[in-house]
C-alpha cells in the first residue's frame, strides 16, 4: 500500500483570516486533504460560515473571534486551541492589513498599528505554535508575504512594505532555528489576488488593473484558490525537506525585469 504524501489526515490546523480571501481559501485546502482546522478572524460570522463548509466535508471546524494584531487574544485562543484539540501540526499566518499612506504623510501611529499587526501579532503566533510544535517534534508554519517582502511597490505601500520585509526574515530566522528539531517555516509571497479591497482600489483608479497586468506574465491576477494547492503542499509531509523558502505565487512577477514585457502584451 503507497501512502499519500499530501494526506492531513488526523492533523490539527490552524488559519488566520480564515473568513475570507487566501485565509478562506488555504482552510477549506487543508480541510479537503484531511485535517481539523482552528479558523481565526475578527469577522466571526464569516469565520463561522467557512466552519461549516469545513463541517460539510466531514471535518472538525471552530471559528474563534481574535484580533491577531493583539497578543493579549492571541493567548487564550492558544488554550482553547489546547483545550479542544490538544495538538498543533500546522499554523497559517494569514491574517493582517497595511495601510496606504506616503513616505512623507505617514503618522507613527499608523506605522506601529502595521507593525503590531504583520510582525508583532505574526511573531507572537509563530512562538506560541512553534513552543507546542518544537514539543510534538513536528510542524509546519507558513506565513504569507507579498511581493512587497522583497520588492518596492510604491503607491504608498511605504509601511506595509516594512512590514513584510520583516515578515521574511521572520521566516528564515525561525526556520533556522526549529528545522532541526522538525518545525519548518515557510512564506508565501503573493502578487495581486482580488479581494474586496484592491476590487475598491481598482473601480476608483481604472489604469490600476492594467498596471498589475503589465507586470503577470501569467496575464491574469491571482484568485484566492491559487493559494489552496501550495497550502496542502507546505502544511504536509510532501514538503518534508522544504523550510525556510520563499515561494512566489504571483503569475511570475518576480521572474521579470522590471522592463520586460510580458508576452500577453508584446505587439508582434
Ligand atoms: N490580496 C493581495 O493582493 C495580497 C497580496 C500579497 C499579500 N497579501 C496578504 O495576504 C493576506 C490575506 O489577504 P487577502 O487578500 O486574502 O485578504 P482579505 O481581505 O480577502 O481577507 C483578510 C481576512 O483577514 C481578516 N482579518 C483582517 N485583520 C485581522 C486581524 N487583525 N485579526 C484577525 N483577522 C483579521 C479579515 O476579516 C478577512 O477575513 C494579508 O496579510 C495581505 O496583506 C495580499
Given at each position: 500500500?503507497?501512502?499519500?504524501?499530501?494526506?492531513?489526515?488526523?492533523?490539527?490546523?490552524?488559519?488566520?483570516?480564515?473568513?475570507?480571501?487566501?485565509?478562506?481559501?488555504?482552510?477549506?485546502?487543508?480541510?479537503?486533504?484531511?485535517?481539523?482546522?482552528?479558523?481565526?478572524?475578527?469577522?466571526?460570522a464569516g469565520a463561522r460560515i467557512t466552519a461549516q463548509q469545513i463541517a460539510q466535508l466531514g471535518r472538525r471546524a471552530i471559528a474563534v473571534d481574535c484580533d491577531v494584531s493583539d497578543p493579549?487574544?492571541?493567548?487564550?485562543?492558544?488554550?482553547?486551541?489546547d483545550q479542544q484539540f490538544g495538538r498543533i501540526d500546522f499554523l497559517g499566518n494569514v491574517a493582517g492589513q497595511g495601510v496606504l499612506a506616503s513616505p512623507t504623510e505617514?503618522?507613527?501611529?499608523?506605522?506601529?498599528?502595521?507593525?503590531?499587526?504583520?510582525v508583532v501579532g505574526r511573531f507572537f503566533m509563530c512562538q506560541q505554535a512553534g513552543r507546542r510544535m518544537l514539543s510534538q517534534?513536528?510542524?509546519?508554519?507558513?506565513?504569507?508575504?507579498?511581493?512587497a517582502s522583497t520588492t518596492a511597490l510604491g503607491r504608498s505601500h511605504i509601511a506595509y512594505s516594512m512590514a513584510m520585509g520583516a515578515v521574511i526574515q521572520m521566516t528564515r530566522?525561525?526556520?533556522t532555528e526549529w528545522s532541526a528539531?522538525?518545525?519548518?517555516?515557510?512564506?508565501?509571497?503573493?502578487?495581486?489576488?482580488?479581494?474586496?479591497?484592491?476590487?475598491?482600489?481598482?473601480?476608483?483608479?481604472?489604469?490600476?488593473?492594467q498596471q498589475f497586468l503589465s507586470g503577470i506574465p501569467a496575464?491574469?491576477?491571482?484568485?484566492p484558490e491559487d493559494i489552496k494547492g501550495l497550502s496542502v503542499l507546505l502544511?504536509?509531509?510532501?514538503?518534508?525537506?522544504?523550510?525556510?523558502?520563499?515561494?512566489?505565487?504571483?503569475?511570475?512577477?518576480?521572474?521579470?525585469?522590471?522592463?520586460?514585457?510580458?508576452?500577453?502584451?508584446?505587439?508582434?
Amino acid at each position: 500500500m503507497t501512502t499519500n504524501p499530501f494526506d492531513l489526515s488526523g492533523r490539527v490546523a490552524m488559519v488566520s483570516g480564515a473568513a475570507s480571501g487566501m485565509g478562506q481559501a488555504m482552510s477549506l485546502a487543508v480541510a479537503e486533504a484531511g485535517a481539523d482546522l482552528v479558523l481565526v478572524d475578527i469577522n466571526h460570522a464569516g469565520a463561522r460560515i467557512t466552519a461549516q463548509q469545513i463541517a460539510q466535508l466531514g471535518r472538525r471546524a471552530i471559528a474563534v473571534d481574535c484580533d491577531v494584531s493583539d497578543p493579549a487574544q492571541i493567548t487564550p485562543l492558544f488554550e482553547q486551541l489546547d483545550q479542544q484539540f490538544g495538538r498543533i501540526d500546522f499554523l497559517g499566518n494569514v491574517a493582517g492589513q497595511g495601510v496606504l499612506a506616503s513616505p512623507t504623510e505617514l503618522t507613527l501611529p499608523q506605522l506601529e498599528g502595521v507593525l503590531q499587526q504583520l510582525v508583532v501579532g505574526r511573531f507572537f503566533m509563530c512562538q506560541q505554535a512553534g513552543r507546542r510544535m518544537l514539543s510534538q517534534g513536528r510542524g509546519s508554519i507558513v506565513n504569507i508575504g507579498s511581493l512587497a517582502s522583497t520588492t518596492a511597490l510604491g503607491r504608498s505601500h511605504i509601511a506595509y512594505s516594512m512590514a513584510m520585509g520583516a515578515v521574511i526574515q521572520m521566516t528564515r530566522e525561525l526556520s533556522t532555528e526549529w528545522s532541526a528539531s522538525g518545525v519548518r517555516v515557510n512564506a508565501i509571497l503573493p502578487a495581486q489576488v482580488t479581494n474586496p479591497g484592491l476590487l475598491k482600489r481598482m473601480a476608483a483608479d481604472p489604469t490600476l488593473h492594467q498596471q498589475f497586468l503589465s507586470g503577470i506574465p501569467a496575464g491574469r491576477m491571482g484568485n484566492p484558490e491559487d493559494i489552496k494547492g501550495l497550502s496542502v503542499l507546505l502544511a504536509s509531509d510532501a514538503s518534508s525537506w522544504i523550510t525556510g523558502a520563499l515561494i512566489p505565487m504571483d503569475g511570475g512577477n518576480t521572474a521579470m525585469n522590471a522592463g520586460g514585457t510580458p508576452g500577453h502584451l508584446q505587439s508582434d
